[in-house]
C-alpha cells in the first residue's frame, strides 16, 4: 500500500508539472488540456480512496507510530486556543468567573484583617471584598484579577459591601469605649449601662448623667429638674415631684434626684455623689465590666475620678489618676466588712457600737468655725479618733452609725446660714467656708488619700422627708463651693444629709444650732488606723 501511495503522488506531481510546463509554453491545444485535466482531476478521487483506506491502517501504527502522532495532534492543539482566545477576551465577562474562585481567596486574606478591625465573624467571604483594595499589600495575594483592583472595588455588587461598611463602624465603638465611649459612649448610654438596684443603692440614672454639668452661680448648687423641666430651687417645690411606693417592708420615696427609705423605725436618703463630680467636670465616661459600672469623671486640670459602683449601685472603690498615670486610692470599701445583703437591707450597715470614750476637751472635740483659729481648724482636720478602731468600715456603715462618726472630732460650720426651706447659698455665705477650705487643701496635700464627710443637719421643724432631702442638699451644696470656689478636690469629700435626727439643742421648734452643716474627717475609719 506505501508503494502504491508513492506512484499515485509521484503521477500527480508529474501531471501537475506537466500542466505548469504546457501553461508556460503557450500551449494552447484545448484537447490535450483537457486530456491533462481528466488525467489530474481522475487522480484527486484515488488520493481520497487512497485516505479512506489510510484511517483503517492507521490503528495499526498507533501502538508503534505513538510517538510519531502526538506531534500531529499537538499542532492539530494549538489552532483551538487560536480560536477560542479571541473568545477568552471576549468573556472578560466571565471575569466574574474568575473572582468567583478568588472570592475564596480573598477570604484567607480577610482572616488577618478582621483581627486589625475586630469585626465579629458573619460572612468572612463578604468583607475581604472591601478591605482588600483598601489595604493594596494584602491585594496582590489574594486577588486573582490583578490588571483590575478598581473593578473590584467598585463591584461590590455581589451583597459583601453591606457587610464591609459595618467593621468600620465596630471599630468605632472600640475607641473609647465604647464607648463608649463617650463614652462616650457608647458613651451616650451611661443611663443604660448603670444598673438600678432593687433595693436602691443610688438614685437610678439618666442618659444625662453620662454627661459634665455646668457650673452655674456661684452658691446655687445642683437644681433637680421637675417633670416638665424646670429646675427646682425651694423643698416646697420638691412636694409634688415625690413617688412613694412600699417595696418588701420598705417605704421608698423617690425625687428627680435622690431616694429617700423608711426601713422600720429608720429613716435614710440616698444620692448620687457623681452629680457632683460631674459638676464642671471636662469629660464623663461610662462603662460596664463584669457586674461592675465604672464612671470616669475627668476633672478640668486632667485629673480622673474613676467610681467603680457593684450590681446593686453601691461604691467599691474611689480613685484619682492623675495626668502622669499615677494612681491614688481614697476609698476601697472591698477591705470593709459591711457589704449589702438584699435580705437585711440597710441594716447590712449599721454598725453596734457603744459611745466613744471621749478624753479630749469637749470644744476640741466639737469645733465651732465662728470664733475659731485657723491653726485649730486644721489641727482639728488632722486629729485622730477619739476611741479605738476596730477594723476598717466602708462608706456606708459610716454613713449611717452615729457611734462609728462620734469616734472622730468635727468642726461646725455655724457660721453658714441658709435661707428657709432653701438649698442655696448667698455671696456673702460663701466666702466664710474660705479658711476652712484652706484647711482641707493643706490636709490634703499631706495625704491626697483623704476622705471627708460633710454632713447636713436641720432643727425640727417640718416633716422628716422635707428635712432629709433639705440637709442632703445643703451639704452637697457645701461640697461644691469648697471645690469650685477654693479648689478642694471633690474626690476627696463625701456628704450626706440626717435632716432633724441628730440634734445639737433637744427642741422641737426652730433653733439655728440644729440648722447646720459639719466637716469631719473619716480616714481612719475607712483604713481601720487608730491614727
Known sequence: MKMLQRLLLASTILSGFALFQLAEAGTTNDSAIKNRENAFLSQPSTMKLAQAVEPEQKPKPKPGAAPKKPPAPGPAKPPQPAAPKPVAPKPVAPKPVAPKPAAPKPSAAPQAQPQQRMVPPSGAPKPPEHKAPLRPGLQGPVSTPPGTPPAQGRPPSQAGQPMVRPPAAQGAPHLPPPGAQSPGAPAAGGGALHMQPPVPGTVAPSGQQARPIAPTA????????????????????????????????????REPDRTIIREGNRTIIRHDELDRFRYGARNVRRERRGNDDVTTVIRPNGDRIVNILDANGFLLRRSRILPDG????????????GQFEPGLGFATFIVDLPPPMIRIPRDRYIVDLEGASPELLYETLMAPPVDVIERPYTLDEIRYSAPLRDRMPRIDLDTVTFDTASWELSPDQIDRLAVVASDLNRVIERNPSEVFLIEGFTDAVGSDVDNLSLSDRRAETVAIILTQQFGVPPENLSTQGYGDQYLKIPTSGPERANRRVTVQRITPLLTGQTQ
Open 218 to 253: 456661684a452658691g446655687a448648687g445642683l437644681a433637680p429638674q421637675s417633670s416638665q423641666g424646670q429646675p427646682l430651687h425651694r423643698v416646697d417645690q420638691l412636694r409634688n415631684e415625690r413617688h412613694e411606693s412600699v417595696v418588701g417592708g420598705q417605704t421608698i420615696i
Open 326 to 337: 499615677r494612681e491614688i486610692i481614697i476609698i476601697e470599701n472591698r477591705r470593709g466588712g
